[in-house]
């Protein structure tokens, strides 16, 4: 569906995208997983066409965007970064503008704007001004302008930033809809529960950079990150400590805390075996903790840093 080749930007002396490639199948939803600064906008920018790439070439549908712009255009929604909407139209004559760009009829547009509104959990409020709705209900008609003209593709960038936890549900649950129905959605966030629940494939960008990419198991195995088991201990003293590394040598000791971490290659095949080996050593466990690798251990991994650093 899309495929991204060596593309690279650069705003004077500062590498934006050093060359990235990637492919998104049709009907997927891809994520751009990374901080503020890595290049997920730039990256979005470059496939919406208000950015041209350095270098590198962008085919989308069968299309190279550079020579075919206006074609691609006609078949990608985008719900950029921030709100672009009228403040003083209301949310439905906001979708009527937006729509009329697309050259909709107007009957046909009415009926759309209806159906959005309804899908986004807005009908009550369609005759209310913007500037009276809060900035998740914004961003609910940010997304529902975008997909006026059932584009085959919709970049998402950043969407649920300031975003109550309703509107991100409803954000959530209009993305889910829109690609059970085969929209192919780009989607970029540096909210790793976001790209986890959303995405089928993830591309970690980090300073311009992709990473990698595959799917959450794909990239875990690509990483090396491992589930994690905490364990608090009633009574940790020397003997029991040497009894554990005999039978436990992979593991790390705070004592301040009387607790032992150990990494799992499978949290579920191995806790049993760990608690044995301790309690097997004479350690008494007062509590376990456990921690499956996700996107944070992931990016921890492959980066050295955490997202939010």
């Given amino acids: 569906m899309i495929k991204v080749r060596e593309i690279s930007k650069s705003f004077g002396n500062i590498k934006a995208l050093k060359p990235v490639s990637f492919k998104i199948n049709r009907g997927e939803i891809f994520g751009l997983l990374g901080p503020n600064g890595a290049g997920k906008s730039t990256t979005i920018n470059i496939l919406n066409t208000l950015l041209e790439p350095d270098n590198g070439e962008v085919i989308i549908d069968g299309i190279n965007l550079k020579d075919y712009k206006s074609d691609c255009k006609l078949i990608i929604g985008v719900v950029p970064q921030e709100i672009a909407l009228y403040e003083d139209l209301s949310a439905y004559d906001n979708l009527m503008f937006w729509g009329s760009l697309y050259h909709i009829p107007k009957a046909i547009l009415k009926s759309k704007a209806n159906n959005v509104l309804e899908m986004l959990g807005l009908s009550d409020r369609k005759n209310d001004s913007i500037k009276s709705y809060s900035g998740g209900m914004k961003r609910r008609i940010n997304l529902a302008s975008?997909?006026?003209h059932n584009p085959k593709i919709l970049l998402m960038d950043e969407p649920t930033v300031g975003v109550d936890p309703q509107s991100r549900n409803h954000i959530f649950e209009v993305i889910e809809k829109l690609n059970k129905e085969g929209m192919t959605i780009i989607y970029t966030t540096h909210y790793m529960e976001e790209a986890e629940r959303l995405c089928n494939t993830i591309a970690i960008i980090d300073t311009g950079n992709i990473v990698?990419?595959?799917?959450?198991?794909?990239?875990?195995?690509t990483?090396?990150?491992?589930?994690?088991?905490?364990i608090k201990l009633a009574d940790l003293n020397t003997t029991t400590i040497s009894n554990i590394k005999s039978s436990l040598p992979s593991f790390t000791?705070?004592?301040n805390f009387n607790t032992l971490k150990v990494e799992c290659a499978n949290i579920s095949n191995e806790i049993l075996i760990v608690i044995n080996h301790i309690q097997n050593a004479g350690g008494v466990i007062e509590s376990i903790d456990t921690q499956i690798a996700n996107l944070e251990s992931i990016f921890l991994k492959l980066t050295g840093k955490q997202l939010r650093d």
Avoid: F, H, N, V
């Fill in 253 to 255: 000791l705070d004592s």
């Fill in 146 to 148: 975008s997909i006026l």
């Fill in 212 to 221: 990698a990419q595959g799917t959450l198991k794909e990239l875990r195995e």
């Fill in 223 to 230: 990483s090396g990150a491992k589930d994690l088991l905490t």
